[in-house]
């Protein structure tokens, strides 16, 4: 890194007409670039949340959203007459091993199944019939019932009308890791192109640094583009890292090209570090940033597909989702990594991206403020 | 010699209400060093910066070298080393780092090595920003100022909340730049500062120049060569009237504060005879009697009627 020319730097303050030293056109730039990267590197905060913090989270929900095959339901049978029957009728039918039958007084069984020790309650009605205690917003509690339902009435002797057979699959590509390993590399390059561009630059203007640094000739425009070329060296990192991670422990299947999923990245990192320079246009303070930050990126937590579809707001709001940076990020990197989407049918998500980059980062020169 | 840094008629009003700077003339000849001398709030981080090219001035014209600031900014500030009141410059960055950081954005700029071993920082090259003391910060401040190859070095308050040695020091910086040819503006509330180093300096105060010239010639102008301190207690006559006291022959002003009496005289030699004289007439007794060389203080005093360092 030495676009300077850096002179021999022999001690000679006794003959002054040392040779001058001479600085080419990117001479700022490429220091003003080296500087910030430093600065980040003895930054411990800054290694946790834009490198460790993304690991931890990543490594967590995998851990404990992994894909286990269901369990055995535990179910409760409510002694008394027809107790007997209909646990002795389950244990007989094909598909006894998917349940933990107990055999429990009312009120024992109804405690347990409001702690969620049991998925389901059966009690056995005078008319020899059997009422299903379930509750429908628990989906292991209406799995239950209908397994349950199904075992007994095929031991009971219902016949099939419609003659099934079934194929298991549980591919990488269709679990919850790789849904969300995507999505966290969006919102890492949210997050960290927000902070690391938008919160720099208030503390620089806070501490008059902004203003030292107009007082040279140092050129405006080298100095937002070194800002935002630093953010795109650490996405680099960040795809890297939290690719390898879902490789080696997930054993995440990635079928897009790296370079497709670099741009891709490259082109999100440069959108939102457009985005955190808006918002850091013209705040004087750490503090009033920090909200409008916040403020900026909350919608996109929520309704940008990080960790669940936004397939589940309701349709009218879903065209106003797919506009935001953070949701077309998302949707190309989960298509190119899950699906290995080529480029070229990414220029929708890559047109919204451009557009919020280009239009933050025009309006935040026109506002900038740099003293 | 030319003129260095010219300004006519500049003002600047903050928000259509604060009047920060009201109408200041200067010009300053190259390698001179000149001073803007005033009390906090007077306008002179104002109009340094405004010479500076930091700020835009509400009206009146600014010249540097023969430039405007409207005209070829860049160039200009390829001229210009400037070391303003209160950077925090990066802390995770080494000294080193940040004076090739500043070297960088010029054309021709020094050798760090050279700067730093002017400015006496090689020992501290490599350590960061971060775990400097005041002095040291202040003198990377300058550093970076001069790594420039500056032609007119701007110090706005270069001394202020150091302790006496870094003073020193930043002073002793600021005469060798001027006798290579330098000029330097500096802005400062120490007289004892504006008058060691200054060549020139101007008294501002409320946005405008109050008095103007070399401080030998300020003080002799306006403060008398002496001044006359005593205090006399009074024997239930009353206060004397200082009107009394101004008719002393060689009296030029009469000031009061904290119970004593302040006389600028030309010749003390006549005035304390009388003045004793004048005393015993009164009935009075003398409590206390010194004459001094009169500073630039007694010339802000005798000006504004209040001290430089109060608000």
Redesign the interface.
């Known amino acids: 890194m030495s676009v300077a020319e850096q002179l021999p730097t022999a001690k000679t303050s006794a003959n002054p007409s040392r040779p001058p030293r001479r600085n080419g056109r990117w001479a700022g730039y490429g220091h003003l670039l080296w500087a910030r990267m430093l600065e980040l590197k003895r930054e411990p905060e800054v290694v946790f949340w834009v490198f460790v913090f993304p690991l931890l989270l990543a490594a967590g929900l995998g851990i404990a959203f992994r894909e286990k095959p269901a369990g055995a339901s535990p179910v409760a049978i409510v002694a008394g007459a027809g107790a007997q029957q209909t646990e002795s009728l389950l244990q007989n039918s094909p598909q006894h091993a998917s349940f933990k039958v107990e055999v429990q007084d009312d009120a024992a069984a109804r405690k347990g199944f409001r702690l969620g020790k049991y998925d389901l309650v059966i009690e056995p009605n005078a008319a020899g019939g059997l009422t299903y205690l379930y509750d429908p917003a628990r989906p292991e509690s209406v799995l239950a019932r209908s397994e349950v339902n199904d075992a007994l009435q095929a031991a009971a002797g219902r016949e099939n009308v419609i003659a099934t057979s079934e194929v298991t699959s549980s591919e990488p590509g269709s679990r919850y890791i790789d849904f969300l390993i995507p999505g966290l590399l969006g919102m890492n390059l949210m997050n960290s192109g927000m902070w690391g561009v938008g919160f720099a630059l208030v503390d620089m203007r806070q501490r008059k640094l902004l203003k030292r640094f107009v007082g040279t000739p140092m050129r405006r425009g080298d100095f937002l583009l070194a800002l935002m070329s630093s953010r795109l060296v650490l996405m680099v990192i960040e795809i890297g890292l939290l690719l390898v991670l879902g490789v080696v422990f997930f054993h995440m299947r990635v079928l897009g090209s790296l370079f497709t999923i670099t741009l891709l990245g490259s082109v999100g990192a440069l959108c939102f570090g457009g985005v955190g320079l808006l918002t850091a246009s013209r705040a004087q303070k750490i503090e009033s940033v920090s909200g409008l930050m916040n403020l900026v990126m909350m919608p996109m937590w929520i309704f940008s597909g990080v960790f669940f579809s936004y397939e589940r707001f309701p349709a009218v709001v879903q065209p106003l989702i797919k506009a935001l940076p953070l949701t077309a990020l998302n949707d190309a990197l989960r298509t190119s990594i899950l699906e290995g989407t080529p480029l070229l049918h990414q220029w929708p998500r890559l047109l919204v991206m451009g557009l919020w980059g280009v239009i933050s980062f025009l309006l935040a020169l026109r506002w900038f403020r740099w003293t | 010699m030319g003129i260095a840094v010219q300004c006519r008629d500049l003002r600047k009003t903050y928000q259509g209400k604060v009047e920060a700077v009201r109408g200041l003339n200067l010009e300053i000849q190259t390698g001179e060093c000149f001073g803007l001398l005033g009390p906090n709030g007077a306008g002179k981080t104002t109009t340094i910066e405004i010479l ?4 835009e001035p509400t009206s009146g014209q600014v010249s540097i070298l023969g430039h405007s600031w409207s005209q070829n900014p ?2 200009m ?2 001229w ?1 080393g ?1 070391s ?1 009141q ?5 802390e ?2 080494s000294v080193r ?1 940040t004076v ?15 700067v730093l ?2 400015m006496q920082l090689t020992e501290k090259a490599d350590a ?1 920003v971060g775990k400097l003391s005041g002095g040291q910060r202040q003198r990377l401040a300058v550093a ?1 100022a001069l790594v ?1 190859n500056p032609k007119i070095l701007f110090l706005d308050e270069p001394t202020t909340g150091l302790d006496p040695q870094s003073r020193r020091q930043l002073w002793d910086i600021i005469r060798e730049f001027q006798r290579n040819g330098g000029t330097v503006l500096l802005t400062t509330h120490y007289m004892d500062e504006a008058e060691r180093l200054c060549d020139r300096l101007a008294i501002v105060d409320h946005g405008q120049i109050i008095a103007e010239g070399s401080p030998a010639d300020l003080i002799e102008r306006l403060g008398g060569h002496h001044v006359v301190e005593f205090a006399v207690s009074s024997n239930g006559n009353g206060r004397a009237d200082p009107a009394l006291w101004r008719a002393l022959p060689g009296v030029e002003s009469v000031l009061e504060a904290d119970g004593m009496m302040a006389l600028s005289v030309k010749e003390p030699h006549l005035t304390i005879p009388a003045l004793l004289d004048a005393v015993e007439k009164q009935g009075s007794q003398l409590e206390h009697l010194s004459t001094r060389q009169a500073s630039l203080e007694d010339v802000f005093v005798r000006l504004t009627g209040r001290h430089l360092r109060e608000e």
């Open positions: 500076e090219g930091l700020l860049r160039e500030r390829e210009l400037i303003l209160e950077t925090r410059l990066s995770k960055l780092e090739d950081l500043f070297a960088s954005f010029y054309r021709e700029p020094r050798s760090t090595d050279e071993e002017e960061w970076t420039c």
